[in-house]
Structures are given as C-alpha cells and as structure tokens.
C-alpha cells in the first residue's frame, strides 16, 4: 500500500478521477466510436434488409393485379350475321366492339378518337376473342354481356407507373397517343385493375406474351421435388444421424464419413447440379428436366443440413435417459429407438423444415439438370408424371422471366419471388412453432 | 404403373409375413410371449425384413442395369451407315428411345396396335406421321434402321420388366419362407434384426461418402475426357475465354484464366463488403448489445442468410445495377457502361455474406475466455482496448477461418453473378466492367446442352473440377483453423 503512494511524485501530476485530462478524454471518445462503428454495422445489415424487402414488395405487387378493360356489349343475330358475310370476320368483331366502347364513353360525355390499330396495340386481338365466345355462346346473342378483356401487359405497366407518358417510345407495341385513351377510359371506369388469377394458377407462357405467365405449374414443380426431398432425406438423415451419433465406432470409418459430411456441407450448389447431370441423367439415363431428378439432388444437399441438426439434437437428449432404458433391460437399439429419438423428434422435424426450405430456394442445380422456367408449359397430369414429365420449380422459373429481354417479365419475376418468400416464410413459421411448442430443455 | 404395383405387391407379401411369422411362433410358444427370446414383434420383423430387403436390392440393381445393358446392345446394334456425318451413335440412340416412346404412347392411345408396333416398316409405313399424331417429337424421318433399333429396344425392355417382376416376386416369397422356416420360439430374432437395422443405418451414413465420390467421378471422367479433346494446357493458361456456339472446327478458345480473375475479382469486393460489416456486426453483438437488441437484431441479420440466392440475384439485376448506373453510368461519373458488373454482383454478394461472416465471429468471439477479458478490464483498459487488444488477437486464428469459409462461398455462388456480373469474359481491372465467373460459365455451357460430346459442353466439368478443388482447399484449410483455434481453448 505505502509502495503505491510513493509513485504520485513522479511524472504524472497528481490527477483526480473525478476530472477528465485529455488522454482520458481521447480514450473515451475512441471507445464511443467504436461503440458507434458496430452499431453502424449492424444498422447497415438491417437497412440492406429493409431495401430488399420493399423492392420485392413494390417491384412484385403489380404482378397480382391485371389491368381489364369491361365493356358491357349487345350483339345481335343481324349484326352477326352481316360480320360472318364478311371477308375478315374478326375484324368485323372488333369494329362491333369499337362502336359499342364509343357509345358507351358517348354516353358518359366524353368524346375521344381512336381507331382500330390503337385498340389493337391495347387490347391485342379482340376481334377472335368475341368470335370465339359468341360461337361457343350462341344464346347470349341478343342479350347483354358484360366482357372483361386483359389490357396489354404495357397499359398494366403505364398504370402501375412503370412506363411514364415520357418513357413511351411510339412503336407497334404501344404508341403515346393510345394513353389518351387509356386516361379516358380509366376515367370513365371501364379500365379497372383487378386480382390476376392467372399469375397464381398458370403456366409459363411464351417470350411474347408477359401477361399470361403464371407460376402454378411451377410451384406443383416444386411441391413434387420436395415431396422426394421428404421422403429420401429424412428417413437417410436420421438413420445416419444415428449411426454416427449412438452407434459409430471411434475408427477411420467413422472419421471419413465426418469429414465427408462436413465437407459436402460446404461444396457449391453447381458441383451438386453437375453431380446430377452425369450419374442420374448421363450414366442413369433418367429423364431430363424431371421433377424426380431435381428432387434427388436436392436430397444430397440438403442430406448434410439435415445430418447436422439432427446429431445436435440427438446430443440434446440427456445420457439418463439412455442409461435408464438401459437399466430396465432394453437393448441400445431399443433405447435408441424407443426413447431418444422420439425425445429428438421435434429438433430433428425442426432441422428437416429448415433444411426443406433451403433446397425449395435453389436454382443453379436445377438448371444443369434442365428443369429451366420454358418446360413448365403446363400442369402434370398425375402423380407419376408430376414426377417424370419435364417441369420446372419456383426459383428456375424466377430465374428464366429474369433472364429474358422484356421488362414485363421482370415484374412477374418480383412476383414470383414473393410466392416463393411466402412459402418460405410458412415453413420457417412451423418451423419456429414446433421448436417453441415442443423442445423440452433438459 | 407396374413398377409402383411391383412395389405395392412386395409390400403386401411383407405385411403378410409379418403377421404369418408373428402368429407362428405365439403359437409354437403355447401363445405365452414369455417363453420367446424376443418380443413376438421381432419375429415378424425379421420374416419382413427377408421380403422387403433381398427384393428391393434386387429391384434397384436391375432399374440400374437395365437401361445400360439394352442401351448398349441396341446401340451397338445400329450398323455404322445408319449414322449420318456429323451426328455420332450417342444421338442416333436418342432418336431411338423417342421413337420408341412414341411407339409406346401411340399403342397407349390406341394409334397402332401392339402387332402394328413390333413390325411396322418406315419404307411401307408412314411412321413417322402416325408417331407425330400420337403427340411424340420426332425430330427427322425416322428411318428405317432407327425403327428397328426402336422396336428392339421395346422388345427387350418389355421381357427385362417381365423377368424382372417374376424375379423380385419369387425373391420375395423366398424371402418370407426362409424367415417362417426360423420361427421357432428360441430363436434370437432381436438380435437378427438388430443386425439387419444397424447395417442399415451404416449403408445411410455411407451416403455421405458415395456423394462425394459421385462428385469425384463424374467430375474427373468428364475432365479426361475434355483434356483429350483440349489441350490442358491452353485450358489452364490460356487468357481469352470464346467458346464458338457452332460446336465443330474446334475455333473455341478456353482459357480458365479470365474466368478465375473474374471470380476471384467479384469474391474480393463482397469480402470487402461482408467482412468489416459482418465483423463489427458481431463485436457489437457480442460485447455490446444488451439483450433486447441483441434478441432483434441476431434474427434480423440472420433472415439476410435464409434469402434464396435468387433473390439476391434478382436484386442486383434490377435495383442495385440500376442504381449503381445513376451513380456512376453515363449520367453521373461515367464509369460504367452497363447495370451488370463485378462492382454490382460483388455488392449483392457482400450483403448476402454478411450474416455468415457475423454469425461465425460472434461464435467464435463468444469462446474467447471471459478471464481474459476480466484480466484486461483489471489493468483499466476500455472495453474497445479490451476487444482490439486482447479479444480480436485471441479470436484472430477463428477470424480467419471464417473469412475464408465466407471466401468460399463467394466463389461457389452462382445466382448472383449469372444475373449481376455479366457475361463477358476479360481481364481488366476495372471494376465497374462486366466481368463473368467460373460458376456463371457452367450455367451457360450446359443449360439446354444435350450433347456431351462437345469440348463446348465438356469444359463446364474441368471448370467444376476447378471450383471444386478450389473451394474444398479452402474449406479444408479453414475448418483446420477453425478447430485448431477451438481446442485452444477447450
């Protein structure tokens, strides 16, 4: 005690603590900075997420909404028949058509010109479709009808703000002048936005035809190679889960085996998409493109996820539990099967939804094995060929709409990726539940 | 679906001889389970067991060979002057199972009959068309040696499934006779099935080891055989990466170099990204944040890490090319002359790094121990000293090997940079160029390829073989820090 007082005479002037001198004042300041630099880090992790989140939502929300035009309509037999006499008879519809959207924006007060080609380049094709609906309809003629008809996928685009009056270069597909239009009759409220069903429900259309693109046949994609993801990866996962975590000897066996899963948990998804193209598709001769092959690739690599989770979880269960059954006379695999991995059950279902939904957001492996966005042209037409024809799966398909030249595709790829954030998000939720409901802290 | 009824019959016989076995030796017990030596369960199992395994083994094999052996057969059956230049055996053998699929599916619809199929002759009939109403893509007239090929190929797939289902059913029931012969009431048939149960857990943990060895394979195979089409050298050396779309003359020249500086390029600047992010993000976590924060925040950053790639991709496609063009296009700076770069795809790859950088650290931060830091508090160090002094030089080594595994990554990913960096080959320094990887570069040779034959198709392998050896050295050397630094101390 006495040995620290002497040292107040030396070079240091007596100081109080309760006065800052300036290297304290300096060292205060270095800490609140770096105090500041990790909370900026972390706001800076948290902004990125906030920006990726609000792009998704507003670049993918248009992809639910499809602009209609609703036109109520009154045909009759003459007029049907006078458009049959004609050489071109789907135009002779459109001009019915055209005729009817004047009256009724006549009737409103409002006086606009347009001609055939604007119609076109807003509504494509009416003529054929009214044709089509009056020839499978012949009752309705004479009577009102109201049709919806889907607004190019350009209009959708001017009315959700992505093209402006200014960034509309005339060309075929839409020229400046038809937006005139296009105002007028959303202000006499026949152009409406409504619920688009056909994003939900359908298939890939062709490069030119954004509007009809839909996502179903590739979601039931999906849904058949995580059905195979299911069935091979849970029960092998566990099995060697076991194996290594109750049984395995301490030898070189066992040793490579570990290094191999920690190993594979690591090797990129490609490796894994080439690993499927050369066994099951070159060696094994399976069909290309098939939800089946994709579902196998997707097992190896989320086989090492769900090893990992399932041997901590196996951990998890206290050695008593072990060494009473034991006691009572069971044998180990009895113990093993009987008591610890029932008590692992949730951790490991756990594991497996998490894992499960890793291998749904995958896209390079299914690309090397072909199951690209264009081969989901329609739905499977059972359960066998829900698993053999060629199809595609959520993330592929995301990736084709993004890959291609017209920028109305990049709307539905938003879109897309908000179906697929949203099964993801239901498979974290059960996920987070079943480990709330069911883990048991030991 | 005669396969799944094959499945379902094997099954059934199973579920039989369950009961069989079971019942067999309750009653050569006297029905008293006390005089077994195992639970009576056990009995049926082991007679399920000997239906189900021997049977599906059995199954698996052949569904394996099957394909090869009549592929080969009918394959070497073609005479050569049915193969027409420029096409090879491999091609001709496609046409031969669409034909005989068509066949198939036309006999399905009712098209043809089954006596129609067998015999038909291209010069007499016209099968092509009549294969082309049953809905099947046929590429060319097929003639009339691919047809023959076609019907033979039918033939000998339809007596392999015959033989092949009277085998498994006899396999089968030999199987549940040989289980009911053991029925008696001292035999150990937990112990059998035991045996049998752990042998199955052994073959589910070799898995792991046959997936690496397919990967071995079926890359080192097709690597051999790009290097006998292609010099290893120019593949290794060479700086100009052109592949020529036409696939014939060999004009391609595929030089992995580019394609290296590209990956190496874009996985520096998502390190520059991730790494100061991802590692104050964690000292934070760690030293700082109270438990509320720390309870937010750790999930938070932790959801950026269970974003699917494609998203990702998609947003350096569509938000962040776009606005890094604001910045530094033609508009403002004039640096960069398109949205997809290697600054671009690197940002994006950065952001999606982050969480994996900071989760590592903070684990490997938390195992620094408290002693340590109690000692340095002692000495009246602040606690920033404390963390640059005392805490990051401890955790450095596991630093490190989180950087690295992070560095992996960067190089295996591929979403990001197929759809943010470009598809241009060069070498330049310029990050605001569009630059392309090696894992961008597999995508593109083999999406829609169905032709290995090719030096086009096959470099995509010898590059996988690349990223392959890269990322496992990497993986390797970092794991060995890892755990060197963790027994440390242990």
Redesign the interface.
Known sequence: MTDATLNTGGDRPGTSLATQDARTKR??R??A???A??????L???F??V??AV??IR?GSPAFTRTIVGVEFTITQPQIDAAEGELFKTKAYQTLFIDALKQQLDARGMEMKFDEDSIERLLGKVGSTLREYYQANPDQIGTPVSFELAASSRVDGYLNGRLTRDSVKDSRFLMAADLDLVDALQEADIVRSSFNWTFITGADSGVDNPGGAGIGASVVGSFFMMLVVLVLSL???V??S???EE??PQNKFTD??EV?????A??????????G???FI????LP?SAPLVGGLVLT?MT??TI?ISTRASLRAVPPSIRDAALGVGA?K?QSVFHHVLPLAMPGILTGTIIGL??A?????PL??I?M?GFVARGYPDGV?SGFMDPNSAM?AQ??TW??RADPSF?EK??GG?IV??VF?LTM?IIAIILRRRFERRW | ?PL?WLILIVLAIATAGYVLGRSRVMAGAGGDSRDLHSLPSYYGYNVALKVVLPSFLLLLVWL?AQ??IV?GTVAADIPESAIPDGSSRDLIMSEVRRTAEGLDNAVAQGLMTEDFARSARSDFNDVTQRLKDAGQIVTAQVTQPILEAAQRYRVMNDTGNLILTALVVLVALAGAAWGLREMRPEFRA?NVV?RV??G??????????L??L??VL??V??TIEFFRLYPAWDFFFGTTWSPSFTGRGGSSELGVLPLLWGTFYISIVALLVAV??????A???S???SPRVRSF?KP??E??A??????Y???A???VGPLLMAVFGKDGLGWMQAGTAVMTAGLVMG?ML??FV?SLSDDIINSVPQAMRDGSYGLGA????T??QVVLPAALPGIVGAIL?AA??A?????IV??GAGAAARLSLNPFEAMTTV?AK??SQ???D?D?ASPEALV??AL?MT??VI??GL??FA?YIVRKYREQYE
């Open positions: 060292r205060n270095a800490e900075r770096f105090k630099y990790g909370l900026t880090a972390i800076i992790g948290i990125f997420l920006v990726l792009s998704i670049s029960p092998i996962g099995a060697a076991i194996y290594l049984f395995a490579l085996i191999n899963i920690s190993n594979l690591a090797v990129p998804s490609i490796v894994f998409g080439i690993l193209l050369a066994v070159q060696f094994a001769h290309q190896l086989l090492p090893i044998s695999m939904a890793q749904l957001g995958e896209t390079a690309l090397l072909g690209v066998v993330p995301i990736y993004a890959a990049y790829a938003w990726i697929l954030l993801l974290n | 679906m799944l394996l394909p090869m592929n937990r035991e149960v752990h199955v857990l052994v073959a589910a943990a070799s898995v792991a080891i997936t690496t397919g990967i079926s890359l195979f097709n100061p992010v991802g590692l104050f993000a000292i934070y976590l030293e700082y944040a925040a938070m950053l959801v950026l269970g974003i699917p790639t494609i998203v991709g998609l947003f496609l569509l938000t952001i982050i969480p900071s602040t606690k920033s000293e963390i640059r595994l992996s990554r190089i295996g990913e591929t979403m197929v759809l894992t597999i995508v083999l999406t829609g169905a290995f995509a392998f996988g990223l392959f990322t496992l993986n390797i794991l």
